[in-house]
């Protein structure tokens, strides 16, 4: 599997390379290179989890609830169990202990224990010597149910505290409420020339990922459990299975099977994952399981369906006086990561233009359809969405172009937020000077003909959660490098290919620094067993941090190096370099050894060359309860201009171009930052356009869609073009410079495709999917006389809890609440787990 | 070698797979998806829906894109069947092949093996594809980690290495617009 890893650049790619950047001080970072995996993907040699065949292998099955809230009475697995072929049988009261990605919301088991939340929701499990024979056993398990009267929408869960969908969070069906304000926004309104208030609602949406989640689960007698899955977070499966199957951490292992497509989707531990373990412990065979695709639409932890209320004041100019934010999520059956979900809601409004007082109220409600989760931009592309079209409102109000209105106000580079987000590197203003210039923004805007119309957005995201999920003072990510005698060098990681190129990154980086091929580098990551810890792939979070444990791995082995070299040379290592495979003297390049030569030198003095590097964020600025979620050593920016065709006739709307800039801080492989920002695109125009989890609220809440045809996505008919452009404006935190791009870029996608339709037909659609019905509603409202709107009108009334007060930091505030004076850092700390600030999100692929 | 026994109710077909005569006996309800990675142990090919609806299982029978996953494997007795494992020219990648590694229209890679076929059709009957060409040919295909646009511009650098051009990856797909 590891064949192709020696295989050259392309010399078609090298050339263009190298005839575009002469004199790049950089040698890999910053030029196009394959990925290192790119060979096995295009000759079918890459294993996913579920073309993995064990001898005496078993397959396993689920069955699911048919009821959207329902106590389960009695189970009988006896028939099941007689069945010829079946192995074993589980029920819930197998696998009694809770589990969840996040310490405060412990709330799933692996099979449903007393209660079932939603239909789909898993309750039995068989393992059987073919898919055929499970599935007929499932049939055979007899399981009574006492319906309860379920929850379906978030007006529901508010109106009806009872039944309780679980028994703990903030109060009735309330799973959890934020308040939070940072200066007086009253004031701040008091002192604005224009307040403009506005609803919006973002529909829920799932990853699709094109592999179904699969696990294989094998058991030694020994005592050791091995677990191959389709997730992009090895860890924190690797402790749930601990914890669900009271093993040792030491007699687990997990591999990460290269995930097809991810996008957030696969970030949770599972109950199939912690199934399959346990009925391989049972029987003693290897055990695999593989969802179907409709399996995979229960799974869900897709994006949360968001009503959202804005009020923002601002001066004739432009200059915002205040924000408030009030948001309320549909978070279905389960916690997953709901409560960081609900504070992104309300984290990332305050780091793209100046906001110099703010105010945010966040609920998640529980509902009995599938848990909702983090998908690419996690909890932060409905605030995105609502937050960009207000901003087109208030420049059409104060007759400014919205380019300008965003350009003027920008939050400035190395800054901090009115909620204590640490801003870095800050290239919005490049990258809305590349699209306006690009589109022909200033040609086209309130120019074009009647259905044609621009709209322009822009956004921002987090490299990486400044916290981990659960508390520790660990690092975050960790490397160790192995350097072989001949020249080669190992890079083991724990982060997981979901498709972004994370394996490829380390090879880049740690080629960069040694002076080597990246094709003379293997990388090993995913293996709980083989690579240090990395947190896994989401929050945008694995360039960022495994890029900087790599860097700092590298830098002491060419320390051992140098140093040995440099005694053969008797020159000074200060006067050494590493380029092309060789180490030599710079001031006479003639002078030095072959890289594999001075691995053996230093082989010789130190012995096996082994170092290791790791990785922990800055500690967050933010000192009150909430704070843990937003902070991040960088964030990266983007600017989109979407041009559209809407036909009046139909409401369809087309959208022929988007143009994009991202700043990336540095890229490390161009190619592969233009791949993550046209497949963000890609999501985002499916979110804007088509797609929708949606349920039958008439009908025991099914899910109305659950296949792939029938679920609309892009196909190359629907997909846009897109023009990018890559902005580099390198941030101290990120290695070489570099940020995010997996996430960031889906962002303005869907805001400004919402804008351009009201340059084209005059009618706001303040609610996504823009689906032709809702442009159709918006113009005969239009038509009639009416606001020609589409868009929910009004924000229910919540028991919002008091206030936590944290003066802003040009208030004289040091990043603590009011009343919350002596609470040392420490003491934050601990508070901080309690207060479910967790880091979050979701990765890319 | 003598033939094993065969299971009870099993199909035997012979067939040509990869270039090679392949004989294989199976339960007869069996999709040629499932035969070929469960029994003929090709997992190159994937599955993404296994109801005919994303295009991932794309293979190509008798030199024509078809979904695996709703083909019997009976059905392809006497055929010819080509996966991405078939596609190289011995140790040398096929051009689609080079250029998706080139480009990285090959992300996750998991749709990749049934976008690379239905592509190979696409050029063997159409050398000279344009934009919309490759949209309409790949159109049953999903991906979702690309956009597909890295897909369009693969397959034209492929299509122009085949023809015989010199041909380089524009500098916009590799660098952006400046």
């Known amino acids: ?845 | 070698m003598a033939r094993r026994a065969e299971p009870p109710g099993h199909a035997h077909i012979s067939l040509e797979v990869n270039g090679e005569p392949v004989e294989v006996s199976f339960p007869p309800h069996k999709t040629l998806l499932e035969v070929l990675r469960e029994d003929l142990g090709l997992t190159g090919t994937k599955h993404g829906c296994e109801l005919g609806e994303c295009g991932t299982c794309t293979v190509l029978l008798d030199g024509q894109p078809v979904l695996s996953c709703l083909v019997l494997g009976v059905a392809a007795a006497g055929r010819k069947v080509k996966t991405v494992e078939g596609m190289a020219r011995g140790p040398e990648l096929h051009p689609l092949q080079r250029a998706f590694a080139d480009l990285g229209a090959a992300q996750c890679g998991y749709c990749t093996p049934g976008i690379l076929l239905a592509a190979e059709a696409l050029l063997e009957r159409n050398p000279r594809p344009t934009r919309q060409d490759i949209k309409e040919a790949l159109a049953g295909n999903l991906c979702r980690c690309t956009g597909y646009i890295k897909i369009y511009e693969a397959v034209e650098l492929a299509a122009a290495w085949m023809r015989g051009e010199d041909a380089a990856p524009p500098e916009e797909s590799i660098y952006g617009r400046r």
């Open chain 1, 1 to 845: 599997m590891d064949g192709d890893r020696a295989v050259q650049v392309s010399t078609e790619v090298r050339q263009a390379v190298a005839a575009d950047h002469p004199g790049r001080e950089k040698r890999v970072v910053g030029r196009a290179h394959r990925k290192v995996d790119a060979v096995a993907k295009v000759t079918g040699q890459t294993r996913f989890a579920d073309d993995l065949f064990l001898p005496r292998m078993l397959f396993a099955k689920l069955l699911r609830s048919p009821h959207p809230h329902a106590r389960i009475v009695k189970i009988d697995t006896r028939k099941a169990l007689e069945l010829e072929g079946v192995k074993a049988v589980l029920t819930g009261e197998d696998l009694p202990i809770p589990f969840g990605i996040l310490p405060v919301s412990q709330d799933e088991h692996a099979l449903a224990l007393d209660k079932v939340r939603f239909v789909g929701d898993p309750v039995a499990a068989v393992a059987a010597v073919s898919e055929e024979i499970a599935t007929q056993a499932l049939d055979l398990i007899e399981v009574e149910y006492e319906p309860l009267e379920p929850i379906a929408s978030p007006e529901e869960a508010i109106a009806k505290p009872e039944p309780r969908i679980h028994d703990y969070g903030d109060r009735g069906n309330f799973h959890k409420l934020i308040h939070l304000e940072f200066g007086n926004v009253e004031q701040g309104f008091a002192e604005a020339d224009l307040v403009v208030e506005d609803c919006y609602f973002y529909q829920g949406s799932t990853h699709l990922p094109m592999e179904q989640h699969a696990a294989v689960a094998e058991w030694s007698p020994q005592g050791k459990l091995t677990l191959w899955s389709s997730t992009q977070t090895p860890h924190y499966v690797h402790r749930a299975l601990s914890k669900v199957l009271q093993l040792p951490p030491s007699r687990i292992r997990v591999i990460a099977c290269p995930n097809g497509g991810g996008f957030g989707g696969k970030s949770d531990p599972f109950s199939h994952e912690i199934v399959a373990a346990k009925l391989a412990m049972v029987t003693g065979r290897p055990v695999k399981i593989t969802l179907t695709r409709e399996e995979v639409f229960y799974c869900h932890r897709g994006r949360h369906p968001t009503l959202m209320w804005v009020k923002a004041g601002v001066k004739r100019d432009g200059s915002v006086t205040a924000l408030h934010f009030k948001s309320l999520l549909d978070g279905g059956a389960y916690g997953s990561y709901g409560v960081a979900s609900t504070y992104y809601t309300g984290a990332l409004q305050t780091v793209t233009y100046q906001v110099p007082r703010y105010k945010f109220q966040g609920a998640r409600v529980f509902t009995n359809k599938p848990p909702c989760g983090p998908k690419r931009g996690h909890g932060t592309p409905q605030p995105r969405y609502a937050l960009e079209i207000h901003l087109d409102k208030i420049a059409e109000r104060l007759g400014m172009d919205p380019a300008e209105l965003r350009l003027r106000h920008l939050v400035p580079p190395h800054s901090l937020t009115a909620n204590y987000l640490r801003v870095g590197s800050m290239g919005l203003g490049e990258c809305i000077r590349k699209v306006v210039e690009g589109s022909g923004w200033r040609e086209k805007f309130r120019k074009l003909p009647y259905g044609r119309g621009v709209g322009l957005a822009c956004s921002s995201y987090i490299c990486g959660a400044g916290l981990p999920i659960y508390w520790n003072n660990l690092p975050q990510s960790g490397v160790q490098l192995k350097l072989d005698r001949g020249g080669g060098v190992t890079v083991y990681c724990g982060s997981t290919e979901i498709g972004q190129g994370s394996d490829s990154i380390l090879a880049y980086v740690t080629a960069e620094v040694l002076g080597i091929d990246p094709f003379d580098i293997a990388v090993v990551t995913a293996d709980t067993d083989l690579t240090p810890v990395d947190l896994g792939s989401y929050s945008s979070r694995v360039t960022l941090m495994t890029g900087n444990a790599a860097i700092q791995a590298a830098h002491k082995a060419r320390d051992l190096l140098a140093s040995a070299v440099a005694q053969k040379l008797d020159v000074p290592p200060s006067r050494l370099e590493f380029a092309g495979g060789r180490v030599f003297d710079v001031q006479d390049p003639e002078r030095g050894v072959a890289f594999a030569e001075a691995v053996q030198l230093a082989e010789a003095a130190f012995g096996t060359i082994c170092t290791v590097g790791s990785y922990t964020p800055p500690p967050a600025a933010g000192r009150y309860r909430g704070a843990g979620v937003g902070p991040s050593p960088a964030y990266s920016y983007s600017a989109a201009v979407a041009e559209v065709e809407v036909d009046p006739e139909t409401g369809i709307v087309r959208v022929p171009t988007i143009w994009i800039a991202h700043d990336v801080g540095q890229c490390i492989n161009p190619v592969t930052v233009i791949g993550q920002i046209e497949g963000s695109v890609y999501m985002g125009l499916g979110e804007a356009l088509m797609e929708e989890m949606v349920y039958r609220a008439n009908r025991n809440l099914v899910h109305k869609i659950p296949s792939m045809l029938e679920y609309k996505s892009p196909t190359t008919l629907e997909m846009c073009d897109v023009v990018t452009y890559l902005v580099e404006d390198p941030d101290p935190s990120g290695p070489f410079g570099a940020k995010e791009v997996g996430q960031g870029p889906l962002l303005p996608v869907p805001p400004a495709i919402a804008n351009a339709v009201y340059d084209a037909v005059g009618v706001r659609i303040d609610e996504i999917p823009i689906t032709p019905e809702k442009v159709l509603k918006a113009l005969k409202a239009k038509a009639k006389g009416d606001a020609g709107r589409f868009g929910p009108i009004s924000f229910p009334e919540i028991p919002w809890p008091d206030p936590i007060r944290v003066p802003p930091p040009w208030e004289g505030g040091d990043g603590t609440a009011v009343g919350d004076k002596g609470r040392g850092a420490g003491g934050m700390r601990e508070r901080r787990t309690r207060a479910g600030d967790y880091a979050g999100g979701e990765a890319r692929g």
